[in-house]
């Protein structure tokens, strides 16, 4: 499975961004970690393609919104509100588990990363 992430940009404090991630084939969960400036990567929300469960890390609970459309094989990061401590590379991955929503190691594939920066 081959994902394409597309949507990063530059934005200001407040403003919104949405991620599109696009996969070659169907897959069982889906989710976007970010990896922020001298910080380890950290899982950011995921859903479940089959049912539409979701989780979200507390920090973007309320201001980021994880949808899919099984259609596309496709997975989208609604950003709003967005902080500067939001500034990060964000990564789309795709795998076949759903007990470890946040777990890299249930995650086999991998986007190339998307950059936001929010000043």
């Known amino acids: 499975v081959q994902l394409v992430e597309s949507g990063g940009g530059a934005v200001q404090n407040g403003g919104s961004l949405r991620l599109s991630c696009a996969a070659s084939?169907?897959?069982?969960?889906m989710a976007w970690f970010r990896r922020a400036p001298g910080k380890e990567r950290e899982g950011v929300a995921a859903?479940?393609?089959?049912?539409?469960?979701?989780w979200y890390t507390d920090s973007v609970k309320g201001r980021f919104t994880i949808s899919q459309d099984d259609a596309k094989n496709a997975v989208y990061l609604q950003m709003n509100s967005l902080k500067p401590e939001d500034t990060a590379v964000y990564y789309c991955?795709?795998?076949?588990?759903?007990?470890?929503?946040?777990?890299?190691?249930?995650?086999?594939?991998w986007g190339q990363g998307t950059q936001v920066t929010v000043s």
């Open positions: 084939g169907s897959t069982v969960t």
């Open positions: 859903v479940v393609t089959l049912g539409g469960n979701t």
């Open positions: 991955a795709a795998g076949t588990s759903t007990g470890f929503p946040f777990r890299e190691s249930a995650y086999p594939y």
